[in-house]
């Protein structure tokens, strides 16, 4: 039978020809791809059978075959599994995979791509997990990775140039440097609340640092999990990264099997299992963990766009979102207006009936839906919203008045379409309020005057701060993102996602001459070389306000 030379330009998104890298570090085009369907190629990738003989049992074909169908769920990822994907990325780290800077762009345009060429594949998936609008997915999933990525690029060399830093009068002729050393094998753990985001974001931040990396989507979105199982392998390498399907109860003991970095996104219950996991093998970790997120709207301010960028934030994804105003802290003289203007929002944003429009989600799973049904049916006052539909996993938008600390929604937190209001007399009663809770990830505050946004940015603490707007600092690559006290510890986006996957090692690089300075640390201690010593010292210090010669 003739074989014909592959076209590799006229294969589609979907069918085009699959690269993989062999353990000699060369590339091999393994089959072309015309009428086969994308499972089968999935499962050559998976199995690797042109480089890694001998093949595989019949028994592995099938489970690879079944893992890999199109529209099924995947299999989940055993803590057995995971130590032999922990061992290849483990081996094509040391063996420098990862350090060229080629290598680490290729892998970063490749997740572009990915997203570029499945953006329909990612719309549909959301939709199916949490009837995500298109509109949402695109902007707040898609178009933020893609800015992380590109910003990557666009910066990898800067990055990973060695820092020079200042010298003293003993390393003058020396070179005093900080260099990015890559961390090794990562882990990141994403949460529901933004799948792809949360997956995607702090793998570029990975891929650019030079890491390989085990990636954990949330088993409560199937449907988005099992796309990345299945089209990763397709784009980056199949050696340094790795997607795992896991229970959230099997996260602790994969995180134990020792990983170089852990990166974890989701509730705070989570997290401390994940943290005291880490703890064990001295894992250092990076956590973005929920929590109650203030925002406080002011007698001083606009109305209308206030709550216009308020009720956006808090019910897009239908309020399942790390980063949404939890509740509002508002002036006793705007708790009226504020309110009215929020039922004229909803019908603007969702119409009269919100669970027949198209921009309005649903619970990720019943659980979450009862438990936010349970909250807001035990606290306050419903003034806007409140119908629920258990089938269809849909909870209105809805608003709450007369709510009082002690209340259930106040105390625990709420991934789900519910904004209660309290009031409060002034801005020094907000400030209080806010200082007396645990520190959020997250303070929003609506005003006019500056002064009182300077006083509820300076005088509270939290992982981010905006004003006048909500979510936007979280998405921005120029600012760090994370938490502080009870919300996380570390932060991503841009380059602090490249120095949080970072080590930052300290290099001095120094000659063998100034030894007639040097020789004075030399035992035998005598008092004249120390007085010299101490001389030299006050000397720089009265010019530069430091000991310049140890």
Request: glycine share 6%.
């Amino acid at each position: 039978m003739r074989t014909h030379e592959p076209n590799v330009s006229s294969l589609s998104s979907l069918s085009r020809s699959v690269l993989l890298s062999t353990k000699r570090g060369t590339e091999v085009l393994l089959v072309k791809i015309f009428h086969l369907p994308a499972a089968f190629v999935c499962l050559i990738v998976n199995c690797k059978i042109m480089s890694s003989p001998p093949s595989p049992s019949p028994t592995r074909w099938f489970k690879a075959l079944r893992r890999t169908r199109l529209g099924e769920p995947c299999l989940r990822t055993y803590p057995l599994e995971c130590v032999e994907l922990l061992r290849r990325a483990r081996i094509a780290f040391q063996a420098g995979r990862t350090l060229k800077e080629g290598f680490r762009l290729a892998q970063l345009e490749a997740v572009v791509r990915m997203l570029e060429e499945h953006e329909c594949d990612f719309v549909d998936a959301l939709g199916r997990d949490l009837h995500k609008p298109r509109f949402e997915t695109v902007v707040f999933e898609l178009i933020t990775v893609k800015n992380e990525a590109l910003h990557a690029i666009s910066n990898l060399k800067k990055w990973m140039e060695p820092q020079s830093v200042e010298k003293n009068l003993s390393t003058c002729l020396d070179e005093c440097l900080v260099t990015h050393e890559p961390l090794g094998v990562v882990f990141i753990m994403a949460t529901w609340c933004c799948p792809v985001q949360m997956c995607l974001v702090p793998l570029v931040g990975a891929i650019a640092a030079g890491n390989c990396a085990l990636i954990s989507p949330s088993e409560n979105t199937v449907h988005t999990a099992e796309l990345l199982h299945r089209l990763v392998p397709f784009y980056l390498d199949n050696e340094c990264f790795h997607v795992i399907l896991a229970g959230i109860g099997d996260l602790p003991e994969i995180v134990e099997l020792k990983f170089d970095h852990v990166f974890f996104t989701g509730n705070r219950e989570e997290g401390s299992r994940i943290a005291v996991a880490a703890a064990r093998t001295f894992t250092p970790t990076t956590l973005v963990l929920g929590g109650k997120n203030p925002c406080y709207v002011d007698q001083h301010c606009d109305i209308a766009t206030a709550v216009q960028r308020i009720a956006w934030a808090r019910f897009h994804n239908a309020g399942q979102s790390l980063m949404a105003p939890s509740y509002i802290l508002c002036h006793t003289d705007v708790k009226a207006r504020l309110v009215q203007a929020l039922k004229c929002c909803m019908m603007q944003f969702y119409g009269p009936d919100p669970r027949e429009s198209r921009s309005f989600g649903r619970m990720v799973n019943l659980e979450t839906f009862n438990r936010t049904r349970e909250l807001l049916w035990r606290s306050g006052k419903v003034v806007v919203g409140g119908q629920v539909t258990e089938a269809e996993k849909y909870i209105a938008p809805t608003v709450l008045t007369e709510v009082a600390e002690s209340d259930p929604i106040m105390q625990q937190e709420v991934f789900g379409p519910v904004l209660p209001i309290l009031t409060v007399n002034d801005v020094d009663e907000a400030i209080a309020f806010i200082n007396k809770q645990e520190k959020p990830l997250c303070v929003y505050a609506y005003s006019t005057n500056n002064k009182v946004i300077s006083r509820l940015m300076s005088e509270t603490s939290s992982g981010s701060f905006c004003s006048n707007d909500c979510i936007f600092q979280s998405l921005m690559v120029a600012l760090p993102f994370g938490g502080v006290g009870a919300c996380g510890m570390g932060s991503f986006h841009g380059r602090y996602s490249f120095d949080t996957f970072s080590h930052r090692k300290a290099c001095l690089l120094r000659g063998t001459r100034f030894e007639c300075v040097t020789y004075l640390r030399y035992p035998p201690y005598e008092d004249r070389n120390l007085s010299l010593m101490t001389w030299a010292c006050t000397l720089s210090q009265k010019s530069q306000g430091w000991c310049q010669i140890m």
